[in-house]
T-cell receptor, first 112, second 114 residues
Framework: AQTVTQSQPEMSVQEAETVTLSCTYDTSESDYYLFWYKQPPSRQMILVIRQEAYKQQNATENRFSVNFQKAAKSFSLKISDSQLGDAAMYFCALKTGNQFYFGTGTSLTVIP | EAQVTQNPRYLITVTGKKLTVTCSQNMNHEYMSWYRQDPGLGLRQIYYSMNVEVTDKGDVPEGYKVSRKEKRNFPLILESPSPNQTSLYFC?????????????FGNGTRLTVT
């Protein structure tokens, strides 16, 4: 069975500061992919970043980067220079085989 | 514009009254799927389809039906809705079921069953 765990239901960060959202996963598959999605109050699901498990290099997209620790099955998201528009629910997701599995989400508040 | 279109955005119905939530994508994606989002539970997969006429159950398929007669459409059918199906529903599509193509989501349907 595949599982995705986000142990931080809520996080907060000061504007312009850096915050890290944690995610751990469990799978016995060797071929898998990891994603972070953002869900603002509009409830639209937006892809933030994507990581292939076979790549050792951590993915980066502008102010968003991941720390992928394959042996520890950890996939954390770092948001640098946080902005008010980053306030949202963030979901970690695992794709293996032909299914996607999501964590329970972390609600991020950005304090002006 | 490339998108996944889901309708309706809001739906209130009564127990037992059959309903269909439509989903259409214009990106020629092979893979389509349905999820329900509940507080504290994240998103859970209901059904998915790898191509036309190929569908399979996700983690929470009970009480739902789907069909994939055309590549672009993947409706979700609740034949006898119950209050425990009150939830936020998302349709999503991906270029292929193989590899790491990300999901593209519709805007969601807020369903309330009384």
């Amino acid at each position: 069975a595949q599982t995705v765990t986000q142990s931080q239901p809520e996080m907060s960060v000061q504007e312009a500061e850096t915050v890290t959202l944690s995610c751990t996963y469990d799978t016995s598959e060797s071929d898998y992919y990891l994603f972070w999605y953002k869900q603002p109050p509009s409830r639209q699901m937006i892809l933030v970043i994507r990581q292939e498990a076979y790549k050792q290099q951590n993915a980066t997209e502008n102010r968003f980067s991941v720390n992928f620790q394959k042996a520890a099955k950890s996939f954390s998201l770092k948001i640098s220079d946080s902005q008010l528009g980053d306030a949202a629910m963030y979901f970690c997701a695992l794709k293996t085989g032909n299914q996607f599995y999501f964590g329970t989400g972390t609600s991020l508040t950005v304090i002006p | 514009e490339a998108q996944v279109t889901q309708n309706p955005r809001y739906l209130i119905t009564v127990t037992g009254k059959k309903l269909t939530v439509t989903c259409s994508q214009n990106m020629n994606h092979e893979y389509m799927s349905w999820y329900r989002q509940d507080p504290g539970l994240g998103l859970r997969q209901i059904y998915y389809s790898m191509n036309v006429e190929v569908t399979d159950k996700g983690d929470v398929p009970e009480g739902y039906k789907v069909s994939r007669k055309e590549k672009r459409n993947f409706p979700l059918i609740l034949e006898s809705p119950s209050p425990n199906q009150t939830s936020l529903y998302f349709c999503a599509s991906s270029l292929s079921w193989t590899g790491g193509s990300p999901l593209h989501f519709g805007n969601g349907t807020r369903l309330t069953v009384t």
